[in-house]
């Protein structure tokens, strides 16, 4: 079974700077898809960014990017010139790639940016 | 916005009663998902449907049943309803059956508060 772990405590970040959210995973498989989603307080859920298990680029999407590291399972996302609308809570999920269609969650990690 | 609608926005009704939550997927995606978001279990994926067919089936209860119409709307009807069932049901959708870097766009959610 999949597994995502988010174990950071809440965070503050000063508008402007960047962060880091940490994500790791357990899977036997060996092609599997990695997500982020943005919920803020409103309680939508929002697609960030998405990563292959076998794309050899990090992903990057604006000002998000993905720091993959596949032999440590940890998929952390990075959030560079941090806006005061990105407080919300940071979900990372996986899938795997040819079986299982559903998405495995965090438990989230909570980011509040300060002016 | 992502595109998927869900309705009604708050729902609130009293144990014992049944309920059917609505959901409209983007334009040309085939699958639909349905997930629950409660503050002790997370997010859970409940069940997929693609092009009117179930495709995967996840923690979803007997007293929960959903289905996809010819015009890929789906709904999800829950019965017999209970205080744990209160939650935030998400609908998100897809184009393809959800496999590889299919991306599972979300739906505001309805919030089901049963009294």
């Known amino acids: 079974a999949q597994k995502i772990t988010q174990t950071q405590p809440g965070m503050f970040v000063q508008e402007k700077e960047a962060v880091t959210l940490d994500c790791t995973y357990d899977?036997?498989?060996?092609?599997?898809?990695l997500f982020w989603y943005k919920q803020p307080s409103s309680g939508e859920m929002i697609f960030l960014i998405y990563?292959?298990?076998?794309?050899?680029q990090n992903a990057t999407e604006g000002r998000y990017s993905l720091n993959f590291q596949k032999a440590r399972k940890s998929a952390n996302l990075v959030i560079s010139a941090s806006q005061l609308g990105d407080s919300a809570m940071y979900f990372c999920?996986?899938?795997?790639?040819?079986?299982?269609?559903?998405?495995?969650f965090g438990k989230g990690n909570q980011v509040v940016v300060i002016p | 916005d992502s595109g998927v609608t869900q309705t009604p926005k708050h729902l609130i009704t009293a144990t014992g009663q049944r309920v059917t939550l609505r959901c409209s997927p983007r334009?040309?995606?085939?699958?639909v998902y349905w997930y629950q978001q409660s503050l002790d279990q997370g997010l859970q994926f409940l069940i997929q449907?693609?092009?009117?067919?179930?495709?995967a089936k996840g923690n979803i209860l007997e007293r929960f049943s959903a289905q996809q119409f010819p015009d890929l709307h789906s709904e999800l009807n829950l019965s017999s309803l209970e205080l744990g069932d209160s939650a935030l049901y998400f609908c998100?959708?897809?184009?393809?059956?959800?496999?590889?870097?299919?991306?599972?766009?979300f739906g505001p959610g309805t919030r089901l508060t049963v009294l």
């Open positions: 899977t036997s498989d060996q092609s599997y898809g």
């Open positions: 449907y693609y092009n009117g067919e179930e495709r």
């Open positions: 999920a996986m899938r795997d790639y040819y079986g299982n269609n559903r998405l495995a």
């Open positions: 990563q292959g298990s076998y794309d050899e």
């Open positions: 998100a959708s897809s184009v393809a059956g959800g496999r590889g870097a299919d991306t599972q766009y």
């Open positions: 334009s040309g995606d085939l699958s």
